[in-house]
């Protein structure tokens, strides 16, 4: 089941990937097209000045062009982007609370819980039957049932740490995402201005260079923006997450701790077996090694001694 699971979160990530690199592939190719469809600036803003008149010139930036103008590293950052779109749609689909804590599932181990009957059977058909992590922890403490309560407590610490490990691992790739992108940002920035800088040193006499590295600088700049717009997104949303997930297992722990507590009755008295997918209770007290009676000081009379009878 576990297996089966993790099947259909990866199919739906790549899903969601291939439908974010699809949109984002549409908007280079516009993009391209658009920038593609301008006037050509050989000395940029300053022929473009003189041939349009100031009272036509548009005054809007079109942000198209601009994803253009950015350069090579608007790639990688377009493929953050992509990266952290994908997660963000998967982990709100997958840490929703009918995923991690169902409202049925705690209703019904709480009901169980309050009644003062803490039966480990009842207690396991009803955690297979909630594929969820609540449930995936409670059964880890009921099958141990009977057993010694640090052995329970350490069982289901482990459980309950493999869950969060579970729930964390696609808010690492906000984490990256938030890091990376503005680093990817800098990166094409320093990029664009050391070459308007070296473009403007190659220009002769009769150029406008004021004009020629505003246009410069000002397409050096792209390359940040677009970093921060995706590291506030992805930054924003691994703190949702995070909160969402220590919220969550905080409820979880405290109700698993109550369920130990119940568990504590049936210590070195009964202990429950898996046979197909009921839990069969064995007692034992009838084993002769576990037994009270087996360490008796109590003599045993030993067997009695044949005698020879001589003729």
């Given at each position: 089941?576990?297996?089966?699971v993790?099947?259909?979160r990866?199919?739906?990530t790549?899903?969601c990937f291939g439908?974010w690199?699809?949109c984002f ?6 993009a ?9 600036r050989?000395?940029?803003g ?16 079109d942000f198209?062009d601009?994803?253009?103008r950015?350069?090579?590293f ?7 982007s992509?990266?952290?779109a994908?997660?963000m749609?998967?982990?709100?689909v ?9 409202t ?25 039957e ?11 403490a ?7 309560q ?5 069982a289901v ?16 790739w ?10 990817l940002?800098?990166l ?12 403007t040193?190659?220009l002769?006499?009769?150029?406008n260079?004021?004009?020629f ?15 921060l717009?995706?590291a ?6 691994s703190h ?22 119940s568990?504590?009755?049936y210590?070195g ?11 069969v209770?064995r007692?034992?007290?009838s ?9 008796s ?10 005698r020879?009878?001589?003729?």
């Amino acid at each position: 089941m576990v297996f089966h699971v993790s099947l259909i979160r990866m199919r739906s990530t790549f899903c969601c990937f291939g439908l974010w690199a699809a949109c984002f592939l549409a908007m280079v190719a516009m993009a391209t097209a658009t920038a593609q469809a301008q006037p050509e600036r050989a000395s940029e803003g300053t022929r473009i000045a003189a041939e349009i008149p100031v009272s036509n010139q548009s005054m809007g930036i079109d942000f198209f062009d601009l994803l253009v103008r950015g350069g090579v590293f608007m790639i990688p950052i377009g493929i953050t982007s992509l990266v952290v779109a994908t997660f963000m749609l998967e982990r709100w689909v997958g840490l929703r609370r009918g995923r991690l804590f169902p409202t049925d599932f705690r209703k019904a181990l709480t009901t169980v819980l309050r009644s003062g009957v803490a039966d480990p059977r009842p207690l396991y058909r009803l955690s297979n039957e909630s594929p969820s992590a609540a449930a995936s922890i409670a059964r880890t403490a009921v099958v141990r049932a009977g057993r010694p309560q640090a052995e329970i407590v350490s069982a289901v610490s482990e459980a309950t740490q493999r869950e969060v490990d579970r729930a964390y691992s696609n808010v690492r790739w906000l984490n990256l995402g938030a890091g990376v992108a503005p680093l990817l940002g800098l990166l094409g920035t320093v990029w664009g201005l050391i070459r308007a800088f070296h473009d403007t040193t190659q220009l002769t006499a009769g150029q406008n260079r004021a004009d020629f590295l505003a246009v410069g600088i000002y397409e050096a700049l792209v390359t940040t923006l677009a970093g921060l717009m995706v590291a506030i997104p992805a930054a924003v949303a691994s703190h949702y997450f995070e909160g969402k997930i220590q919220r969550v297992f905080g409820q979880i722990e405290e109700l698993m701790a109550e369920l130990v507590r119940s568990l504590e009755s049936y210590e070195g008295k009964t202990r429950f077996d898996v046979i197909g997918r009921d839990l069969v209770p064995r007692d034992i007290l009838s084993n002769p090694l576990t037994s009270p009676y087996s360490n008796s000081t109590k003599a045993v009379p030993a067997p009695p001694v044949s005698r020879r009878v001589d003729s």
